[in-house]
Structures are given as structure tokens and as C-alpha cells.
């Protein structure tokens, strides 16, 4: 049996799963965790995924709510459909069965479980099929154990937890992997370097942090990750030569304080991160350390949502070991990561969005592998989206979801330029993308 069928086989086996799991569950048949608390999806997320107070003291809580209607754990299916067309033909196809432009796929099949274990303890535990790489494998994973105790007359909620994806932890959504925009188009251009803290961890490592959240309002978290071995990798479906891979142990630290007034919140945290890299297979490892600030004001009054966001991120990069071994021209190099973006949301209904992120960096050709020997990029994107069984669900399923997306990315720059960026005429704005997708949750 080869790959493919042997990955065709699996996923038809997780949708019988989950049909067999919902033909079993009463008329409260509803995605994951509103299916386990019993509370409408729109309270925890505005616009979503990203989440309100309510939402992000769940996440904070284990994935516990303190109810007498709370069942055990749930299941959820959500598939992402997208099309996307660039302004000029690709360079590269972004997948082995993709072409160079209008392309149209299932970009992701995801079935998640979670919720309460214990009185005190969580999860959230998720398997994806990714339609680009033909390939079933494990998603994000957290588990949670809380304790809620009182220090000098301070209310702190001690919490320690096993997840796979630094950054994506955070409850706020300003950060790193979670930072807006939340869908990741695999149809569009990727540069050549993008920050550690923006997910080019994700999923494989292991790591367990240590958290406390005092006087429901300052957030503080240690954690410490490993990186996968690439046999285990290879057998959860994660191994690629050119992922990014850490070595020993990767350090990461957060602070954040929220400030609440009625319905409105407002968020400045910093964030830490410290790990040997390995850039791709074969490569040495390099010491990189992120450091980001970040800065997060939600509003969710009647029927308005709305989200603020801002970060800025500086990576210093040590490569020396690179240098001597001829992977770089340069013992040391560094970039800033600059991102803003705002959201609003309707009625639960209509949605709007848009986003400007830069990065730039100093050069070195050989390790960032551009013309100019510069990462720099910089792109505009704009979201219009439309939930449109949000008011009058389906009976049959009240609390399915479904979206309906356009989103168009602008490239201003481009690894390293505006204009010839790879000295064959090719110019940043050839990259511009347009998206329609398509989310379905169940």
C-alpha cells in the first residue's frame, strides 16, 4: 500500500469517526467546546478564532468550565477549502499535485477533542489532514492542570501545562503563531526567513511551561521545548529536510497585563524566546533569540466586535558555526518584524479585516539565500468574510458554523526588494494573491 492510499484510508477513517461520535450525541451536537459547556460559540470568540476575556479565561482555566451542564470530552471537524490566484505564474508549485497558479484545494482537515479530565485538568488534542502534503499529522496539543489559590490576599491561578507550539499558547491572540491573520494560505509565496516565535516551530517540538495569572489581570510563563527526533517526526507526520529543527532545549518566557473596563480589554505583554536552530537538514545549529513586544485592544459592545493588534519583534541571529562551515557570510545578524492589524465583526455575521506586517533584516546571501543577501519583506492583506448560517442555524445542527472569505495580500517588498527581487525581472508585486476560502466546522 502506498503513501497516498495508505493517508486516503486514514482520513476516511476520522470522518466516520466523527459521524459515528455525532449520530450519538443528543440535539447539543456543536463544535468541540460548545458542545461540551453548553455555551454559544460567540461567546469565546470575536471575531473567530481569536478569542474575548470569556474565551481566554477558558483557555487560562484548562479547558474547564464550572458547570453542572458541562459534559465530557467532545469532537470537531473543521475543513478549510481555499482558491487562490496570484497576479503572475508562481515560481515554485506549493505542492507536488498543486500548479503554478489557480489553485484550488482542501488545505486542511482537522478533527479535534478536548475538554475537562479532571476538576482541575484539560486538553486540547487535535489530528490534521494538510491537502498541499497529502499527509495526516498531529496538530497542536495542550494539556492543562490549574490550581486557584490565594498569595498575600492576591488571587494568583497557578497553572502547568504540555504543548507542542511555542507562542500559540498565548490566550491573547497578539503574539506570535496566533498573531492575525489567523488562516495560512499554502498558496501563497513564502520568504526565505520568517521569525521563530511566528509558528516555524510549531507541532514539532515538546515542551512544558509553568504559568501564573494573579488578580485576574498579570499573566506571567516559563517554559521549556525539545525538539522531536526526526524518526518520531517522520511517524507523526511532521518530517520535512527543510523545516526548521531546535536542538537541545529551547527557552521562552511571557509577560503580559490586561486591563479591563465593562467589555473592553486592553493588553501590553513581551515575549522571550531562545533556542539552537537548525535551518534545514544538515545544517549546524545556530543560536536565535526573539524577543517581541505587543500590544492588544478589544471592544465587544452589543453587536460590535472589535479587535486592535500590534507587535514588534527583534530576532538576533548567531552564526557563527554557520560561517565557519560556509552556510553564512556573516558571524552575526539580526531583523525586525513589525505588525499591525484591526477586525471587525458584525452581529456575529459580517466581518472585515486588514493587516500590515514588515520585516527587515541585515544581509547575508548565504544564509538567507536572497539576491540582495536580505530577508525584507512587507505585504498589506485585507479579509471580508461572512458567517452566514450565524443567525438561523441549521436545525438539524444548531451549532455548526460555516465561513465564507475574500482576502487579498499585497507585496510591497519581497526578499529584499521592491522590484527584481530574485534578478529575473520578477517583482514583489507579482506575488500579489487573491484568496476566496471556505471554513466548515462541525
Same mark, same amino acid.
Given at each position: ?15 466516520? !469517526?466523527?459521524? &459515528?461520535i455525532g449520530s450519538a450525541a443528543s440535539s447539543y451536537a456543536v463544535p468541540l467546546f460548545a458542545r461540551q459547556t453548553q455555551v454559544n460559540c460567540g461567546s469565546c470568540h470575536a471575531p473567530p478564532p481569536s478569542l474575548t476575556k470569556f474565551g481566554r479565561r477558558f483557555k487560562q482555566n484548562g479547558y474547564v468550565l464550572e458547570s453542572s451542564k458541562e459534559r465530557p470530552?467532545? !469532537? ?8 487562490? #490566484?496570484? #497576479?503572475?505564474?508562481? @515560481? ?32 486540547? @488534542? ?40 511555542? /507562542? ?38 515538546? %515542551? ?15 517554559? @521549556? ?29 511571557? !509577560? ?5 473596563? %465593562? ?56 552564526? &557563527? ?7 553564512? /557570510? ?43 543577501? #536580505? ?16 443567525? #438561523? ?5 444548531? @451549532? ?9 495580500v499585497m507585496y510591497r517588498k519581497f526578499n529584499g526588494r521592491a522590484k527584481n527581487f530574485n534578478g529575473l525581472r520578477r517583482d514583489a508585486g507579482d506575488n500579489n494573491t487573491f484568496s476566496f476560502y471556505w471554513v466548515v466546522v462541525l
Open positions: 500500500m502506498n503513501r497516498q492510499t495508505q493517508n486516503h484510508k486514514v482520513v476516511m477513517t476520522l470522518l466516520l !469517526v466523527v459521524a &459515528a470530552f467532545s !469532537v470537531s471537524l473543521v475543513a478549510f477549502s481555499t482558491y487562490s #490566484k496570484s #497576479k503572475e505564474d508562481l @515560481l515554485v508549485a506549493p505542492g507536488p499535485d498543486a500548479d503554478l497558479n489557480d489553485n484550488a484545494s482542501l488545505q486542511q482537515l482537522s478533527l479535534s477533542t478536548g475538554g475537562r479530565i479532571t476538576d482541575n485538568t484539560g486538553a486540547y @488534542l487535535q489530528l490534521t489532514y494538510e491537502g498541499l502534503r497529502d499527509q495526516v499529522s498531529l496538530g497542536t496539543v495542550e494539556i492543562r492542570t490549574i490550581k486557584n489559590t490565594y498569595v498575600n490576599d492576591r488571587n494568583v491561578l497557578f497553572s502547568a501545562a504540555i504543548n507542542n507550539s511555542p /507562542s500559540y499558547q498565548d490566550p491573547w491572540n497578539s503574539n506570535g503563531a496566533r498573531f492575525w491573520p489567523y488562516f495560512r494560505f499554502e498558496h501563497e509565496p513564502l520568504s526565505t526567513h520568517r521569525p521563530i516565535l511566528d509558528g516555524e516551530l510549531a507541532r514539532r517540538v515538546m %515542551g512544558v511551561s509553568g504559568t501564573a495569572f494573579i488578580d485576574d489581570s498579570l499573566h506571567m510563563e516559563v517554559a @521549556l521545548y525539545s525538539g522531536l527526533s526526526e524518526n518520531l517526526q517522520e511517524n507523526l507526520g511532521l518530517y520535512e529536510p527543510n523545516y526548521l529543527k531546535l536542538d537541545d532545549t529551547g527557552v521562552y518566557a511571557r !509577560v503580559a497585563k490586561e486591563v479591563s473596563m %465593562g467589555m473592553t480589554s486592553f493588553t501590553a505583554g513581551a515575549t522571550f524566546f531562545r533556542g539552537e536552530i537548525e535551518k534545514s537538514a544538515g545544517r549546524p545549529p545556530d543560536r536565535i533569540t526573539d524577543v517581541a513586544l505587543d500590544a492588544f485592544y478589544q471592544s465587544n459592545k452589543g453587536p460590535h466586535d472589535v479587535n486592535l493588534s500590534a507587535g514588534l519583534l527583534y530576532e538576533s541571529l548567531d552564526t &557563527a558555526t554557520s560561517k565557519r562551515l560556509g552556510f553564512a /557570510s556573516e558571524k552575526n545578524s539580526s531583523l525586525t518584524r513589525f505588525t499591525t492589524s484591526a477586525q471587525y465583526l458584525y452581529q456575529k455575521t459580517w466581518g472585515i479585516g486588514a493587516g500590515f506586517t514588515r520585516l527587515a533584516g541585515t544581509a547575508d546571501a548565504l544564509y538567507f539565500g536572497t539576491a540582495n543577501g #536580505k530577508p525584507d519583506t512587507s505585504t498589506l492583506r485585507f479579509d471580508a468574510f461572512w458567517n452566514p448560517i450565524s443567525k #438561523k442555524p441549521f436545525k438539524f445542527y444548531p @451549532l455548526g458554523r460555516t465561513r465564507l472569505g475574500l482576502e487579498y
